[in-house]
């Protein structure tokens, strides 16, 4: 049994106009699970995943994660409320916590491979990055990672020149220059066309697969949910209404989860 990489306990979260977003959220998840998180627009799903990451600050709650995993030093060892991490050891676990955006949030105006590079810079350190200091290792790995995600022959190219789908390929490569365990990806495919999407969803899962990552990744469509997903997480106005394998999401669940009014439900 593969460990538990994420524990969430009765996270919640209010934004400062009172309202609960995240009304307690109880959840774990096992080391290399991929979690299809679905949910209407307004749900909290983003607000779940900038959480994790602490974006966003819960307003209580713990998140437990494994510290071998993803902090060093003294502090690594047991297990670790990220919640409650300040300083040095936050930037560490952000670093390892990768997130990915519907907005690709690469640089269009900057070359591929620098763009890529600009992942070893985790969210801090604009020093370096304007420097533009990276060793031969860091520029060899960006390279690998590249061609991870198909685009090595686009390396020198300005990543403006690329399609939706190829910049959030390269986001992906950028990701991984952060060598993460965890990866968030906040409806990466949303802005895509079909097709785009499933070259991307296909990358991102078999680089999860490839180096054992957990990945919680929002999606917009149950065909895509279905197929991608090993567990499928559903939120409704910030709990928990379903999580369970994705053969299990059935027409009465998917309406639950969706808020749907369903009139041949009705009786009258
Ligand atoms: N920074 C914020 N300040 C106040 N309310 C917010 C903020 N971000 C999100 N919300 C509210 O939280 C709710 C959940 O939003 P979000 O987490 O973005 O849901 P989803 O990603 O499922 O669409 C929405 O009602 C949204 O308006
Ligand atoms: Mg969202």
């Known amino acids: 049994m593969a460990k538990d990489l ?5 996270l919640k979260k ?3 106009d009172g309202r ?3 009304r307690g959220i109880n959840l774990t998840i096992p080391a290399g699970q991929f979690v299809g998180l679905i949910g209407l627009s307004g749900a909290g799903k983003s607000t779940l995943l900038r959480c994790i ?3 966003v600050d819960p307003s209580s709650g713990q998140i437990w994660v494994p510290g071998d995993v ?3 030093g003294p502090e690594a060892s047991g297990t670790i409320d990220v919640a409650q991490l300040k300083g040095r050891q936050l930037r560490r676990w952000r670093r390892k916590t990768g997130m990915i955006f519907q907005q690709f949030n690469i640089v269009k105006r ?3 491979i620098d763009n890529v590079l600009s992942g070893k810079l985790g969210y801090v350190n604009t020093l370096q990055s304007s420097l533009r200091m990276f ?3 860091d520029r060899e790995l960006a390279l690998i990672n590249l061609e991870r995600v198909g685009l090595l022959s686009h390396a020198y190219k300005r990543a403006s020149a690329l399609s939706g789908g190829e910049q959030q390929r390269v986001a992906i490569a950028r990701t991984l220059m952060q060598k993460p365990r965890l990866i968030l990806a906040d409806e990466p495919v949303a802005s895509l066309d079909p097709k785009l999407a499933e070259t991307v969803l296909d990358i991102l899962k078999r680089v999860s697969q490839e180096d054992g990552l957990t990945t919680v990744v929002s999606l917009h469509t149950l ?3 279905r197929r991608y997903s090993d567990r499928v997480i559903g939120l409704a106005q910030g709990e928990i209404a379903f999580d369970d394998l994705p053969a299990h999401l059935s027409e009465d669940v998917v309406a639950n989860i969706y808020q749907r009014y369903t009139p041949d439900k009705v009786t009258l």
Not at 6 to 10: I, S
């Open 70 to 72: 993803f902090l060093d």
């Open 135 to 137: 060793s031969k290792e």
């Open 223 to 225: 065909e895509m949910t």
């Open 20 to 22: 609960p977003i995240l």
């Open 53 to 55: 990451n602490r974006l």
């Open 110 to 112: 900057l070359t591929v």
């Open 6 to 10: 994420l524990k969430l306990v009765d």
């Open 14 to 16: 209010q934004y400062s």
